[in-house]
Every structure is written in structure tokens, then in C-alpha cells.
């Protein structure tokens, strides 16, 4: 792996951490040339204390170690972004990241759709919408529905139109959202069971 480390004066190279599984940015540290080859030998990630003047290895006193899974620079080789391993909270605050958010998967829109989906079935007895009037119907109704939209699926993918097909598989998709919500469920409980099998 080639880093151009004589950019910076001091021989530093920023060092984005990321977690492999959640996609998450954990915090942003400094390393240079001895720090990255320290993190290569050890598999755990060890920066250049700016403030300290020495190396550190995250997690040295908390236990709360960063253990690497893949080390690539950028296209300048003037940064580096290290997929990792979380073990335990990242920030020295306790938090999941430095910047004070979950570390938890998100999956674009339907991340924001299971929010909107929360946010309906919290706000049922109000909402006229109808994700609310389907939470206010209970379980039985929302497993139904889920089984209609599943059987029309099954249907679409036997034909050739692939418009309809796309339907109602999003149509089957919406559905299973709100029952993972009504469950008390969410994506993140489903893609942690396919991890597992994997």
C-alpha cells in the first residue's frame, strides 16, 4: 500500500474510521508512516497523538479497541480509510461515534419510510393515514395484508410485465415494514439474523 506521507509537514495523514458492518463513520484520527505500519502488524488501529505526541492505540485504556478489517488510501494516497471492527463504543464520551450518533445500519429510504411508518403507528389514534388505520386494525389485519401483497408477487414474477412485478414487490415491502413495526421489529433485527447465517 502506497501513502504519500510527506504532504504534511509533520508526516501525518488523516485516517477515516469506518465500520465495516454499519456503514457508519466512527471518528477521524492522524496517523503517520510508523502508526500505519503498527496497525498493520497489530490489526487493531493505532494513530499518532498530535496533542500527546506519541502513538496511541484506540481503545489502549478503555478496552474499547478498533480491530481492522480492510485499510485503503484515497485516490491521492493522502488519506486512508480503515474499515473496522468496533469493540465497544468509539468516543472517549461514551458515545457510538464522535460525532454522538448510533452506530447502527441504515438503508437510505427505507430507513427514513420504517421512521414514517414509527411515526404513524406513535401518532395512531390521531392519524387518518393508512398505516395508522392498520395499526388501529391489530396484527391479524397487517399479516394479511402482507400475505395478499406476497401472493400478488408470486403472481407478477410469473408474467412478464416488469412494472407491475417492481409494484408489488414495493407494495410487499411497505407491508412488511409496518409488520416488523408492529412486531416491534426493524430492518437492522433482520439483517442481523442474515449476518449471523452468513
Keep these: 500500500m502506497k501513502v504519500n506521507f510527506?504532504?504534511?509537514?509533520?508526516g501525518l495523514v488523516p485516517a477515516i474510521i469506518q465500520d465495516v458492518t454499519t456503514g457508519s463513520v466512527l471518528m477521524l484520527g492522524y496517523m503517520n508512516k510508523e502508526a500505519l505500519d503498527k496497525t498493520v502488524e497489530s490489526g487493531k488501529v493505532t494513530f499518532y497523538s498530535r496533542s500527546k505526541k506519541r502513538l496511541w492505540t484506540k481503545g489502549e485504556e478503555s478496552g474499547n479497541f478498533l480491530h481492522v478489517e480492510d485499510i485503503r488510501p484515497d485516490c491521492d494516497n493522502d488519506t486512508l480509510l480503515i474499515k473496522v471492527l468496533p469493540q465497544g463504543p468509539t468516543c472517549h464520551k461514551g458515545t457510538d461515534t464522535c460525532w454522538g450518533t448510533e452506530n447502527k445500519a441504515t438503508y437510505g429510504f427505507l430507513s427514513e419510510l420504517e421512521?414514517?411508518?414509527?411515526?404513524?403507528?406513535?401518532?395512531?389514534?390521531?392519524?387518518?393515514?393508512y398505516v395508522a388505520s392498520l395499526f388501529e386494525s391489530g396484527i391479524n389485519k397487517i399479516a394479511q395484508k402482507v400475505g395478499e401483497e406476497a401472493v400478488e408477487v408470486v403472481i407478477e414474477a410469473k408474467d412478464t410485465n416488469d412494472e407491475l412485478f417492481l409494484n408489488e414487490s414495493a407494495d410487499l415491502l411497505f407491508h412488511y415494514l409496518i409488520l416488523l413495526r408492529a412486531k416491534g421489529f426493524d430492518l437492522h433485527a433482520v439483517a442481523e439474523v442474515l449476518q449471523k447465517r452468513h
Design 6 to 10: 510527506d504532504k504534511d509537514q509533520d
Design 115 to 129: 421512521n414514517i411508518i414509527a411515526n404513524r403507528q406513535n401518532n395512531a389514534r390521531g392519524d387518518k393515514s
